[in-house]
């Protein structure tokens, strides 16, 4: 695997990258043994019911830039997540154009960011984890990490700018002291929450690690719990916003999104975590849509939606009540500085756990002789 050390390696890699392979004379046509069945591939990079398309290891950073544009069982996954980045990208703009900046605007913008950052991790995975075995697992608990690291924002924000009396949650009940003082309540909330994802967050990762070197049932279990741990907190108070404002003469234009954001993030899940269709009929959908690609799909669908009832109750908020976000009806930090230690420490807090667990992997790998 060639590594860039200098700006003309660098240069010359980019110039790789955009000259098609000595062995066709297309982008879209795959050099020759670029793709391999699934025995001839790494374990951990295998899904059992995706029988053949994965690209060969081992290759240069060139090599797989140019697998955006041949068929391979990675290229939709790609694709599902590179296209939504440049959406969310245009959406930034546009809100950052529409609103300005502003510290009411601070929860909205870093939810969006985050999501953008996950989109983006998201695409760099499924393009360069085949490198290497170890590569690929890098990557994915950068993926992991961002994952928990939105859901963060994204819980935060629906705090923020929703959720205007935490009483009127039971799963925000759940987590205060009480339900009588909405300013105390928001505060331990929004500290429980910032907890949740710290404990969240290590289980995700180290759990993903585990599970994948050693096969382990309760490693297994620790990650997917640290993974739908975050996302139930934001899905337990948005529903309940949704079931508190269902029957409202004039309810608010965020309910459908709300609902919508859940229901996506529902149908992807089940999808990713049957493994159908292709578990159906192994073999039929390895350069279609196998349920990665999907759950890449409803993902998108759910995060925009997230992002648009995030947005339009910002509007409401800022429509109805000039003195919006004051600590006095928040209860918890709102500038831009204090509202970002939280995603800050938790992105400090994966860097070490990354860290941790890419140096436990190399040394595996090493001793298994396959890095």
């Not at 969310?88 to 009411?104: E, H, K, Y």
């Not at 601070?106 to 960011?113: F, G, S």
């Not at 996506?264 to 990665?292: A, M, Q, V």
Request: aromatic content about 12%; hydrophobic content about 45%.
């Amino acid at each position: 695997m060639i590594r860039p050390r200098s700006i003309q390696e660098f240069k010359q890699l980019l110039t790789n990258c955009l000259t098609p392979s000595r062995s066709s004379s297309h982008w879209w046509i795959p050099p020759v043994d670029a793709v391999q069945p699934i025995g001839a591939v790494h374990p951990w990079l295998r899904n059992p019911y995706v029988l053949s398309g994965y690209r060969v290891l081992y290759q240069d950073y060139g090599f797989y830039a140019r697998s955006l544009f041949y068929k391979h069982n990675e290229l939709i996954n790609i694709w599902t997540h590179l296209i939504p980045t440049l959406i969310v990208l245009a959406q930034l703009s546009r809100d950052l154009l529409t609103f300005g900046m502003g510290p009411q605007y601070t929860a909205y913008y870093t939810c969006v960011l985050l999501t953008l950052a996950t989109f983006l991790v998201s695409t760099l995975v499924h393009t360069f984890g085949s490198l290497s075995e170890f590569t690929h697992e890098l990557l994915f608990a950068v993926d992991v990490s961002t994952i928990v690291v939105a859901c963060l924002a994204t819980t935060l924000a629906l705090n923020d700018y929703t959720i205007s009396d935490p009483g009127e949650s039971l799963t925000l009940c759940a987590l205060s002291r009480t339900s009588t003082e909405p300013d105390g309540c928001r505060v331990y909330i929004y500290w429980v929450v910032v907890r949740l994802t710290f404990v969240s967050l290590c289980l995700a990762v180290v759990g993903r690690v585990l599970a994948k070197i050693h096969g382990s049932t309760v490693a297994l279990i620790a990650r997917n719990m640290g993974l739908l741990t975050p996302c139930l907190l934001y899905f337990g108070t948005s529903l309940e916003y949704v079931r508190a404002h269902w029957d409202a003469q004039n309810p608010p234009q965020s309910l459908p999104y709300h609902l919508a954001h859940f229901v996506f993030w529902l149908i992807g899940g089940f999808c990713y975590g049957t493994r159908i269709p292709e578990r159906l009929n192994p073999g039929h959908y390895d350069h279609s849509f196998h349920s990665h690609s999907i759950m890449h799909v409803f993902t998108f669908l759910s995060s925009f939606s997230a992002i648009t009832a995030l947005r339009c109750d910002m509007v409401r908020l800022h429509s109805n009540q000039d003195t919006m976000f004051s600590i006095s009806r928040l209860g918890y930090p709102t500038t831009s500085t204090d509202l970002f230690y939280p995603v800050v420490l938790c992105a400090t807090l994966a860097a070490f756990v990354i860290l941790c667990t890419s140096a436990y992997t190399r040394h595996i790998l090493t001793k298994l002789k396959v890095q």
